[in-house]
């Protein structure tokens, strides 16, 4: 009933022009004909809003679209109503009067602001309506022109789980036309339609109706559609989610996107794959010889390429032939061993090209070939085997039918076939020509270890019993060869050694390592120790598997002896150098303590005063013997070997002269032409001592009042001994070692000379001062410090000459030559 208002609202106006009409009539005499026209457009107007409201009750719009018709009709009549009042009020309350002209140009202001309400709610509603035809064209070209286009089938689901809209992709992928479907649930279409596409369809339909029944999250799964008389095999991934907003909220959304080209893609590199772990475990098969090896590769490459015929060959290019060494067919009647003539094979365009040949399908200048067979093949691939970089024979495959194009990885992988084919043969040339040699040397090296007999030389099984014996073994250890052949070698070894499990313990570091070294006491066929040295080493053969052990075995107890005479020796000469260091040192150091007390608190004498001062000073003298003792006899004892290292000229120098210098405040001593602190000689701790002693002495022994000593090196060389293994320098002092096999070189050295001014010494002395022998040195400061100087350049592997000062004009003075090697590195460097 929204309407009555708008017809009552048309009756009650229309009561305004038949009042006007009544009052005309009676009140002003006017014709009803006159007033009737007068007032014929209220009546109209009146009439037809009365009509419009029973035509709007008629009209079956809904409810609130009538009413909102009636609220705007009701609203701007009674907004019009109440401005008319409010100027009648005003003019009655300021005139006491009405003026008709002005209320009737009111009533067209007024509808001047109606019609403008009314002309902008037309605009904006004009321009609602073109938005909604653009979205509606937007929508058309996005569902129609995009989404309809797409090769992602697309379900629009809505909360009933019924389809409200589909793609073309849809019928594509599952077989639905959109005028079939829209409005039909989708449960039903999976289970009538869907479903029977899908591979594994059970398992497809009840994810799909459990994601319809909780609506949550997104679902995620790969679906594949199976080929038919109508689809294509293809792979599907599916991805649905709610509907959050909007007219379809509660439904779902549901994308399947083709995922065949992936899934196709990772299939080949599943087959790919495959295909390598095959070819590995083949190759890496340790029970398989190289010829089943080479089967199995045939057989692999047959599958890579679809083939029915695959085999390798040794081709002989002088004759002409191809000598089948490998085969594999389904159909084609031959075997290993099989001889063809090479004009019979497609290998002979590989040979001819030097390199890998292909074709799908034979080309039409390729005429047909063989391989005595029967018929000819169509497809052909082949690679070259090479050995030690000759052609050696072909690896191919062929079949009667033409093929699908291959790909570079397909080409990539017969070619490592054949390469490795090519490396394993020329390995196996290799090993047999090794175990060739091997065979060889081990009849000479037996040959050999016959005739030694002063070591013991005999083999060893993989578990360590005794397969030979040679003349020394049976010498030192006293068993006769067939009485220890076959015994466990732990039978040399003492009892101790047996329970700590030695034996064994040297065939695993042997067995691990390749080679074990020990010395210790061992047990002769009498019972009898000797100190042995042993080494085992492991035998094995080309392919690297243990054979067994070779034992060499050296009787050191004489040596052994020596040595500990030597230790005796060592420990005797520390005892006496702890006794000239601590006891007469420090009794010498008492002694000139109290000569000092008495001459200066109780001796007034002068000739008792001689007599003190005589007894200082040879006290300092037998101080000064004392520490060069000290010092030599430390590198005796503690530096037995004489080891030596990279020792700084430069900064033993500057030491020892800045130390001449404060010991000796009266002298001048000058340097020059010094080298580079990172230039290094052979040498070791007492470098110092040997620069301090020929500096004192180049003062002590000079009768100027002013001594001058100057102090400067040249580069030269020298001759050195030699290690014949590790062509280390040698001191001269072990030069006699039987045990080290030596050579002489020449080495690059560096010379520090040292010059006074002094008496200087005869031609005839100039060779023995500094070669004074021990018996020589009766008395203190009679050579001792010249004598270490000698012994410890000789211990550098170096020397020291004496020659005359010509540089100076009246011909006096000495001049010291100390020639250092240079360090090893320094002697690279320098070469």
Request: hydrophobic share 40%.
């Amino acid at each position: 009933m929204a309407w009555v208002p708008i017809s009552l609202l048309g009756l009650l106006l229309l009561a305004v022009p038949l009042y006007d009409m009544w009052e005309d009539a009676t009140a002003l005499s006017w014709a009803v004909t006159t007033t009737a026209v007068e007032n014929a457009p209220l009546i109209v107007l009146s009439l037809t809003l009365v009509y419009g409201g029973v035509r709007l009750g008629r009209s079956g719009w809904e409810p609130e679209y009538v009413w909102t018709v009636t609220k705007w009709n009701v609203g701007v009549a009674a907004g019009i109503a109440l401005l008319y009042a409010l100027v009648i009020a005003l003019q009655l309350w300021a005139m006491h009067d009405l003026k008709p002209w002005i209320l009737a140009l009111d009533g067209v202001l007024f509808g001047s602001i109606a019609a403008f309400g009314a002309g902008v709610y037309n605009a904006r509603r004009r321009r609602t309506e073109a938005d909604l035809e653009r979205s509606r064209e937007e929508y058309r070209t996005l569902t129609n022109d995009v989404l309809d286009t797409s090769e992602v089938a697309t379900f629009v689901l809505d909360d009933d789980c019924r389809v409200v809209w589909i793609n073309e992709a849809t019928a594509e992928y599952f077989g639905l036309e959109r005028s079939a479907v829209v409005g039909r649930d989708k449960r039903e279409l999976i289970t009538e339609r869907i479903a029977e596409r899908v591979a594994d369809s059970e398992c497809f339909r009840e994810r799909l109706f459990e994601a319809y029944e909780h609506n949550e999250g997104t679902v995620e799964f790969e679906c594949h559609i199976t080929a038919g008389p109508d689809r294509e095999e293809r792979w599907l991934k599916h991805w649905s989610k709610p509907v959050e907003s909007g007219r379809y909220e509660g439904g779902r959304i549901e994308h399947y996107t083709d995922i065949t080209a992936t899934k196709r893609r990772e299939q080949e590199l599943d087959a790919r794959e495959r295909t390598l772990r095959e070819m590995y475990e083949v190759i890496s098969d340790p029970e398989r010889d190289l010829d089943a090896k080479v089967e199995a590769l045939v057989d692999v490459g047959r599958d890579l390429f679809d083939a029915e015929y695959g085999s390798f060959a040794r081709i002989d290019t002088d004759t002409g032939e191809y000598r089948i060494e490998a085969v594999r067919c389904e159909t084609a009647d031959r075997e290993a061993g099989d001889v063809i003539p090479l004009a019979q094979t497609h290998c002979q365009r590989l040979v001819e090209e030097d390199r890998t040949v292909q074709f799908e399908a034979r080309p039409f200048d390729v005429p047909e070939r063989s391989y005595g067979t029967d018929t000819g093949f169509e497809m052909y691939v082949g690679t070259p085997v090479y050995v030690d970089d000759t052609l050696y024979g072909s690896l191919c495959f062929l079949d009667r039918e033409e093929a699908d194009p291959f790909d570079d990885w397909e080409l990539t992988m017969v070619e490592l076939m054949g390469n490795w084919i090519g490396y394993e043969l020329d390995r196996k040339r290799l090993l047999e020509e090794r175990r060739r040699r091997l065979r060889e040397e081990e009849s000479k090296f037996e040959e050999v270890v016959e005739g030694v007999d002063n070591y013991a030389i005999f083999a060893l099984d993989d578990e360590g019993r005794v397969v030979s014996w040679n003349e020394g073994a049976a010498r030192i250890k006293g068993y006769d060869e067939d009485e220890i052949v076959g015994e466990h070698f732990s039978v040399f070894y003492t009892v101790e050694d047996v329970e700590d499990d030695l034996p064994e313990e040297l065939l695993a570091e042997a067995r691990e390592t390749g080679r074990a070294h020990h010395e210790g006491w061992r047990v002769r066929e009498d019972g009898t120790r000797f100190w042995a040295d042993v080494t085992i080493a492991a035998r094995r053969d080309a392919d690297g598997d243990l054979q067994g052990y070779t034992k060499v075995v050296e009787d050191m107890t004489e040596q052994r002896e020596r040595q500990r005479a030597l230790e005796h020796e060592r420990e005797r000469l520390e005892f006496m150098n702890r006794i000239i260091r601590h006891n007469i040192l420090n009794g010498l150091n008492l002694v000139d303590a109290r000569a000092g007390l008495l001459a200066d608190e109780y001796v007034t004498d002068e000739a008792a005063s001689d007599h003190l001062r005589t007894i200082r000073e040879r006290v300092d003298d037998l101080a000064d013997v004392i520490d060069t003792m000290r010092t030599f006899m430390d590198a005796v004892v503690h530096e037995s070997e004489h080891e030596t290292h990279p020792v700084s000229l430069r900064d033993a120098l500057d030491e020892k002269v800045e130390l001449a210098r404060d010991a000796h405040p009266d002298a001048a001593f000058t340097t020059h032409d010094l080298p580079d602190p990172d230039t290094t000689v052979v040498g070791d701790d007492l470098v110092g001592e040997v620069f301090e002693n020929v500096l004192s002495n180049a003062v002590v022994h000079n009768d100027k009042e002013t001594p001058e000593v100057d102090v400067w090196t040249t580069r030269t060389t020298c001759e050195v001994q030699l290690d014949a293994e590790t062509d280390a320098v040698i001191p001269d002092v072990d030069a006699d070692r039987p045990a080290v096999e030596t050579t002489e070189a020449e080495r690059p050295a560096l010379a520090v000379h040292v010059a006074d001014n002094g008496p200087g010494i005869p031609d005839d002395e100039k060779e023995t001062v500094v070669r004074k022998g021990v018996s020589e040195l009766n008395e203190p400061g009679n050579g001792f410090g010249l004598y270490l100087v000698k012994e410890m350049m000789h211990a550098y592997g170096g020397s020291i000459e004496v020659r005359d000062n010509d540089a100076r004009d009246d011909a006096r003075g000495t001049v010291f030559d100390l020639v250092f090697p240079l360090a090893e590195e320094e002697a690279n460097g320098n070469g």
